[in-house]
């Protein structure tokens, strides 16, 4: 199995800067791909960004051109955040999927995303 623990959320001005962690811990028989997703009150989860082993990145439109997803390693993925607006407030989840054939971070929906982390709240003031 594997676990994922997220890291660097807190409170942000409007137009800073932030950048969440996450670390993975256990193994599997494949490599993984990771992803982050995001919930604002009221609203569904949405996925944010996504990133595939081999380095290839997904974006959801509110994220393109503001948020990086990046890999450290086999087993940790950077988002950064930049710009940041109070529109993205939100609880901030780590999630990652076997990559396997027929599966990628492409996907930005939970169904596509095996494993969970805990959340981090993200709260961004004007």
């Known amino acids: 199995q594997v676990r994922l623990v997220e890291s660097g959320g807190g409170s942000v001005q409007a137009g800073g800067s932030l950048r969440l962690s996450c670390v993975t811990s256990?193994?599997?028989?494949?490599?993984?791909?990771m992803g982050w997703f995001r919930q604002a009150p009221g609203k569904e989860r949405e996925g944010v960004a996504g990133i595939d082993p081999d380095g290839t990145t997904y974006y959801a439109d509110s994220a393109k051109g503001r948020f990086l997803i990046s890999l450290d390693g086999a087993k940790t993925t950077h988002l950064q955040m930049n710009s940041i607006q109070p529109e993205d407030t939100a609880v901030y989840y780590c999630a990652a999927g076997l990559w396997i054939t027929g599966h990628r971070a492409d996907d930005l929906t939970s169904d596509n995303f095996r494993y969970w982390g805990q959340g981090i709240q993200v709260t961004v003031s004007s």
């Open positions: 256990g193994s599997t028989f494949a490599k993984i791909y």
